[in-house]
């Protein structure tokens, strides 16, 4: 079993940091098995062929735009409808994950399963910090994650926390 759970996006870009910092809480607050990798894809794009390639199963955080949803929403896709919501450019560096996963099916090494948590972002203005409405739906998003996770059959473990003392 072989999952990768990759954030993207631009902490530059208010609320597009939303991929990145999902990874961040979800490697601060939880122990995952070894056979779970945790990536800050930042904005890259083909460079994550290699990471992207024959998943048992891939999961995107991201900013996700679309105007069907208020800022701040969370949506999760699964297989097939991942994409098809990315033919519609949905993120600045979008393109470069379109890219990688056509090459990924072209190739042979599409992942076995595909889920996309997607953040309806408020504003992808040159600003480093989330809008309120996006950083209070961080939480969510990370559930979301999770529950993909455990879909997978892994169990998260929840971090001790350190108490001052």
Do not use: W
């Not at 939303?18 to 894809?41: F, K, M, N, S, T």
């Not at 470069?96 to 399963?113: H, I, M, N």
């Not at 203005?125 to 994650?145: F, K, N, R, W, Y």
């Amino acid at each position: 079993m072989s999952i990768l759970v990759l954030g993207v996006g631009n902490i530059l870009l208010t609320d597009e940091a939303i991929g990145v910092r999902v990874v961040e809480a979800l490697e601060q607050r939880y122990h995952l098995p070894a056979h779970v990798e945790v990536l800050d894809g930042g904005t890259a794009g083909m460079e994550l062929i290699e990471a992207m390639a024959n998943r048992d199963h891939l999961i995107i955080a991201d900013a996700v735009v679309s105007r069907k949803s208020e800022p701040g929403a969370v949506i999760c896709l699964r297989d097939d409808d991942v994409p098809t919501l990315f033919s519609n450019k949905i993120s600045p560096h979008q393109l470069g994950l379109s890219d990688v996963l056509s090459a990924l099916r072209f190739t042979g090494e599409f992942p076995k399963k595909l889920t996309l948590i997607g953040v309806i972002p408020s504003s992808l203005e040159p600003h480093i910090g989330m809008t309120p409405v996006v950083a209070a739906s961080l939480d969510t998003a990370l559930q979301t994650v999770l529950a993909a996770l455990r879909e997978s059959g892994v169990e998260p473990v929840l971090r001790e926390t350190e108490h001052a003392g």
